[in-house]
Every structure is written in structure tokens, then in C-alpha cells.
């Protein structure tokens, strides 16, 4: 027999992105392996969409607008934001097949691009909108690119690979949903945070971003075939 220095099993193992597991996974295990993948996923796309975050815009455009035309601009911003994460969910893999781009290397490309989008944050301050036609307006620039920009598409493609495609569209729904909570009681939350509080969220959801984004490029270069 063979003998293998513990030394060499270590690095083996460390060199390995795949973990090896102690055993065979319990019922148990794989009960909640939907659940927590689910979790992780919804966890990932709120930081990124961050709805708090856009508080100050929210309340900016919608300041002049009567309620039935809140609500309709409301409706427009979810439906449309829903709609493009669904679409890049659905036929995402197949947008990088088509270009011949391997999901780590799309991980790089979203971590980097992520990483800019929280240091423009973190020292450019507060997005802005100017408010325009109902419909314009919530589709672009609140739905697209503030809402679901390219950090949340990148997301979405990327949990696709990594949790399932009921995973993370799972997580958009509940995203969507908990945005659109967000968005009804716009008011009421600008007026808790006040302007400092509300910059003060922004800048500590950038953190987390640019968190994201690292974690995104180091599994991308873990990966990389």
C-alpha cells in the first residue's frame, strides 16, 4: 500500500474548489439544501437591488405625483424589473453559450463591474433621477438601470449557476415584491431616515457590494477552467 503524507492530502484538498464531504449528506441536509440555496440567492439579489438604498430617488420622482399615478409608475418599475431578471434567468446560460463565455469568467467580468458600481457609491454619493412622464421614468432610469442594473442581472446569471433556476427565480419574486413593499412606503421610511439616514444606508449597502464583488472575482479564479 501506498503511503500518502498527510501533507499532500491537505493541498490536494486546498487546490480542490469542490469540497469533499465528511459523509453522505442526512434527509435532513438535503430537506433544507432548497430552502438555504433560496435564501442565499434572495439574500444576494436585495443587497444588490438594494430598494432601500433608492429611498431618496423614489421619493424625488414620485414627490409631484398624485397616488393613482404613484402606484401605476409603482407597478410599471416592478413588472419591468421582474421581467428583465426573469428573461437573463431563463436563457442566461444560453446567452454565454452563444458567445462562448464560461460562467467563471462572467463571474469575473460581474465581480469587477460590481466593484465599480460600489465605489461610484461610496464616493460620488446619491444616484439621482429627474423626474419625467410616468411610464418613462419608471422604466428608465428606476427600473433600468437603477432598480435592476447590470450588478443585479449579474446576479441573477450567476445564481443560476450556483443555486438552480427555481432558486433564483424563487428570489426574484421575492425581491420584486419586497422592492415593491419598499416603494408603497416610500414616504413614510424617507421621512424616518431623513436625508442623512437614507445616505447612510446607500453608502453601507455599497459596502456590501463591493463585498459581493470580491467574493465574486476570488470564486471566478477558483473556478476558472
Not at 1 to 30: F, K, N
Request: aromatic share 8%.
Amino acid at each position: 500500500m501506498q503511503y500518502v503524507h498527510g501533507t499532500d492530502v491537505a493541498l490536494t484538498r486546498r487546490r480542490s474548489w469542490v469540497q469533499i464531504p465528511p459523509g453522505p449528506p442526512s434527509e435532513d441536509d438535503q430537506n433544507m439544501d432548497p430552502i438555504i440555496d433560496l435564501v442565499r440567492a434572495t439574500v444576494a439579489l436585495f443587497i444588490i437591488v438594494d430598494p432601500i438604498g433608492l429611498v431618496p430617488i423614489f421619493s424625488n420622482v414620485t414627490s409631484s405625483m398624485n397616488e393613482p399615478d404613484r402606484s401605476k409608475m409603482y407597478r410599471v418599475v416592478i413588472y419591468t424589473g421582474a421581467a428583465l431578471l426573469t428573461l437573463f434567468a431563463v436563457v442566461g446560460q444560453e446567452l454565454l453559450a452563444l458567445f462562448g463565455i464560461s460562467l467563471p469568467s462572467f463571474e469575473m467580468a460581474g465581480g469587477l463591474l460590481l466593484l465599480l458600481l460600489s465605489l461610484d457609491i461610496l464616493f460620488r454619493g446619491e444616484r439621482f433621477a429627474k423626474p419625467g412622464h410616468t411610464e418613462d421614468v419608471g422604466v428608465v432610469p428606476i427600473a433600468f438601470p437603477l432598480l435592476v442594473g447590470p450588478g443585479a442581472i449579474t446576479t441573477t446569471m450567476i445564481a443560476l449557476g450556483a443555486y438552480g433556476i427555481l432558486a433564483t427565480l424563487g428570489s426574484v419574486v421575492i425581491v420584486m415584491f419586497l422592492s415593491w413593499v419598499v416603494m408603497k412606503q416610500t414616504q413614510r421610511i424617507h421621512a424616518l431616515l431623513g436625508k442623512t439616514g437614507s445616505s447612510v444606508v446607500a453608502q453601507v449597502m455599497a459596502v456590501f457590494i463591493a463585498a459581493i464583488a470580491i467574493q465574486f472575482i476570488i470564486t471566478g479564479i477558483r473556478t476558472y477552467p
